[in-house]
C-alpha cells in the first residue's frame, strides 16, 4: 500500500513540475555537441535571429554544454505532453556572470546570501570570474529567466507608477499586454504599489553583423525619378549633352564631378538592365548660387522621388529648404556637421560618429591599459582633445590616461619614453591629422614595437598616413574607425572594378565608388519602399564601400550613422573588428 502511495505522490509531482514548466515563457537548454542556433531555432519553432538577441554573446555555433534561454514549446498548453522527458530542461538554474558583476551584487539581485551561494558553488573558491556559470537556488529560477532576457536588452522604457495608475491602463497607455507587462515585472505579482518602477517596452541589442538589415523587394512596375544636380559646368565646354561626358580632367573639382557622375550612371545602368524604370534629369547648378535659383524657378520636382546634389553641401541644404523632394547631400563636408534642413539626407557620417566609434570600443574592451593620446597644435583639436580624454576617464577603473602635445609637429623622445608603461599593455590614440605630427608618433612607436606591448589608434586614416609603413601599422595593430571601407574578397566588389574598367579603361576612385554608392542605394530603397524617406527607415544595407544605416530624430535631418572600426594585422590584412 505504501509503495502505491509512493508512487502516486511521485506522478502528482511529476504532473505538477510539468505544468509548471508549461507557465513558463522561457526555459533552459543545454547544447548538445553539433548543435547550432540555427537548427535550435527550427526545433523551438523561433528566427535565428531571435533566438540570438535571447542569448547576447553566443555564438552560432556553441559549445556544447552551452545553457540558453528557449521558448518552452509548452506555454499555454492544458495538457502534459507525454515526451516531455525527451525534452531537454536542465535542472540546474545557472546564471552567467557579466563583466563588473561582484558577489555581493549578485547576492542582492537573486535575494540569497554570499554564503549560500558560495555553498551551491564551490567553484567560487577561485574567485569570480567572468563568463562563470552560477548555480541559483530552484525557486530563482523566474529571476534567473527574467535576468538572461534582460541581457538582451539596451534600452528600458520604464514607468514610474503614480496615483490611479492601474494595470488595465498601462496596457493601454503603452500599448502593451497584461501578461507581457507581468512577465517584464515579475514584482506586480505582489501588487501594484505608488512609486514602483516597471518596464512598459523593451529595445533590444542587436550586434553589427544582425542589424536591422534593409531587404531589397524591387518594384518593376515603378517609375522612379532622379535628378542629378552637380557643378559639371557645360558653360564651358562644347557638349551636346552632359549625359555623354568625356571632360578633358584639367582640375580637381572637374575630376570629383566626372567620376562621381560615371559612378552614378553606372549604378543608374545597372538598375536599368534588372528591369526598374528609371528616368534621370541633369541639372548643372555651375556651381553658382544664381544658377540653382534659375533651376528652382523653372523646373517642378513634385513629380521627382530624389535630387542627388548639389556636390556642395551649403547648397544642398538651400536647396532641401525650398522643395518638397527630399535631397541627398552626397560628399562630406565640415558643414554638415550643424543643424540643416529635414528635407536633406546626409549620406556621410558626422565626424562624432567616428569619435564615439573610438570611444565605445575603449569602454567595452578596456582592461587596464596605459592610454596615452597625443595632440598636435593646431587650434581647432584643442576642444576635440578634451571632449576626449574626458569621455575617456569616465571608463570605470581606469589605470591611468595622459596626454603628449606635439612641439613644431615633433616629440621629444625622452618624455615619450616616460608615458609609456614598457611592463603593461599600451594603447596611444592620435588625434591628429597632421603628416609631421602622425610620422612623429609613428617613428616614436617604432622604436618600441618589438620590446613593448603598444596599440595604435586613430580618429581616421587620412593623408596623413600616406607616407607611414604599413608592416609597422600592422605591427602596431593599428585600428581606427571610417565610415568607408572595401572588402576586396566580396566577389560584388570584384565585379564593380571588372566592370568599371572595362567601360572606362580607369579603376574606380573614391567619388566614382560615392555616386554609385549613393545612387545605387537610394534607388533600391525608393523601389522597394513607398518614397525614399520611408526606405531610410527600412534598415541597413552595404553597398562597394558605404554601408547605410539612417538615423533621423523626430525633428532634424536623416544622417547616415554607419561606421567601421578596422584594425590591421601583421600579416597586412585589414579586419572589421565592430
Known amino acids: 500500500?505504501?509503495?502505491?502511495?509512493?508512487?502516486?505522490?511521485?506522478?502528482?509531482?511529476?504532473?505538477?513540475?510539468?505544468?509548471?514548466?508549461?507557465?513558463?515563457?522561457y526555459i533552459s537548454y543545454t547544447v548538445q555537441k553539433g548543435e547550432t542556433l540555427k537548427n535550435l531555432a527550427k526545433i523551438y519553432k523561433i528566427s535565428t535571429r531571435d533566438l540570438s538577441r535571447l542569448n547576447p554573446g553566443v555564438k552560432k555555433k556553441p559549445r556544447p554544454n552551452t545553457v540558453i534561454i528557449v521558448p518552452n514549446l509548452n506555454f499555454g498548453k492544458q495538457i502534459i505532453d507525454k515526451n516531455i522527458e525527451e525534452e531537454k530542461v536542465v535542472t540546474k538554474n545557472l546564471y552567467k556572470v557579466k563583466p563588473k558583476e561582484t558577489l555581493y551584487g549578485i547576492s542582492r539581485r537573486f535575494g540569497i546570501s554570499i554564503d549560500e551561494l558560495k555553498t551551491l558553488n564551490?567553484?567560487?573558491?577561485?574567485?569570480?570570474?567572468?563568463?562563470?556559470?552560477?548555480?541559483?537556488?530552484?525557486?530563482?529560477?523566474?529571476e534567473i529567466e527574467t535576468e538572461q532576457l534582460k541581457d538582451s536588452i539596451t534600452t528600458n522604457?520604464?514607468?514610474?507608477?503614480?496615483?490611479?495608475?492601474?494595470?488595465?491602463?498601462l496596457t493601454k497607455?503603452?500599448?502593451?499586454?497584461e501578461e507581457e507587462l507581468y512577465e517584464l515585472n515579475p514584482l506586480l505579482n505582489e501588487g501594484l504599489k505608488l512609486g514602483m518602477e516597471l518596464i512598459v517596452n523593451i529595445e533590444k541589442e542587436v550586434d553589427d553583423e544582425e542589424e536591422n538589415l534593409f531587404i531589397e523587394d524591387l518594384d518593376f512596375s515603378k517609375e522612379i525619378k532622379l535628378a542629378l544636380m552637380l557643378p559639371y559646368r557645360t558653360n564651358k565646354y562644347d557638349l551636346d549633352s552632359v549625359t555623354e561626358m568625356n571632360f578633358e580632367k584639367s582640375t580637381s573639382l572637374l575630376n570629383i564631378v566626372t567620376d562621381f557622375h560615371l559612378g552614378a550612371m553606372m549604378a543608374i545602368d545597372s538598375l536599368k538592365a534588372m528591369g526598374l524604370r528609371i528616368n534621370v534629369d541633369f541639372f548643372d547648378t555651375e556651381n553658382s548660387q544664381y544658377k540653382l535659383q534659375y533651376i528652382l524657378n523653372n523646373n517642378s520636382f513634385n513629380n521627382t522621388d530624389v535630387i542627388i546634389g548639389p556636390l556642395y553641401f551649403k547648397k544642398a541644404n538651400w536647396v532641401a529648404s525650398r522643395v518638397k523632394t527630399p535631397v541627398i547631400a552626397p560628399v562630406y563636408s565640415v558643414d554638415q556637421e550643424s543643424e540643416s534642413d529635414d528635407n536633406l539626407i546626409k549620406s556621410t557620417v558626422n565626424t562624432s560618429y567616428l569619435e564615439d566609434k573610438i570611444i565605445n570600443y575603449f569602454n567595452e574592451n578596456y582592461d587596464g591599459e596605459n592610454i596615452v593620446v597625443i595632440n598636435d597644435e593646431k587650434p581647432e583639436n584643442q576642444s576635440k582633445l578634451w571632449r576626449i580624454v574626458n569621455k575617456i576617464k569616465e571608463i570605470e577603473d581606469l589605470k591611468l590616461i595622459s596626454v603628449i602635445k606635439t612641439d613644431k609637429g615633433y616629440i621629444d623622445d625622452k618624455s615619450f619614453v616616460k608615458k609609456l608603461d614598457t611592463l603593461s599593455k599600451n594603447w596611444v590614440l592620435l588625434i591628429s591629422d597632421e603628416r609631421i605630427a602622425t610620422t612623429a608618433a609613428v617613428n616614436n612607436l617604432k622604436t618600441f614595437a618589438e620590446d613593448v606591448d603598444v596599440r595604435l589608434f586613430a580618429l581616421d586614416k587620412g593623408r596623413n598616413f600616406d607616407n607611414i609603413d604599413n608592416v609597422l601599422l600592422g605591427k602596431l595593430e593599428f585600428t581606427y574607425p571610417t565610415s568607408d571601407f572595401i572588402n576586396f574578397e566580396d566577389s560584388n566588389v570584384a565585379a564593380f572594378y571588372s566592370k568599371y574598367w572595362k567601360k572606362h579603361k580607369a579603376l574606380p576612385t573614391e567619388y566614382s565608388i560615392k555616386g554609385f554608392d549613393v545612387a545605387y542605394d537610394a534607388i533600391v530603397r525608393i523601389s522597394s519602399n513607398y518614397d525614399l524617406k520611408e526606405g531610410l527607415k527600412a534598415g541597413k544595407s552595404s553597398r562597394i564601400a558605404t554601408a547605410f544605416n539612417y538615423d533621423k530624430k523626430m525633428f532634424g535631418d536623416f544622417k547616415n550613422t554607419n561606421v567601421f572600426l578596422v584594425k590591421y594585422n601583421e600579416d597586412l590584412s585589414t579586419l572589421i573588428i565592430k
Open 1 to 25: 500500500m505504501k509503495k502505491f502511495q509512493l508512487i502516486i505522490i511521485m506522478l502528482f509531482a511529476f504532473c505538477f513540475l510539468s505544468l509548471n514548466a508549461q507557465q513558463k515563457k
Open 173 to 177: 497607455k503603452y500599448e502593451i499586454t
Open 157 to 169: 522604457i520604464t514607468h514610474t507608477v503614480v496615483k490611479d495608475d492601474t494595470v488595465y491602463n
Open 122 to 142: 564551490p567553484i567560487l573558491e577561485e574567485g569570480l570570474k567572468i563568463g562563470m556559470e552560477l548555480e541559483i537556488p530552484d525557486e530563482k529560477k523566474e
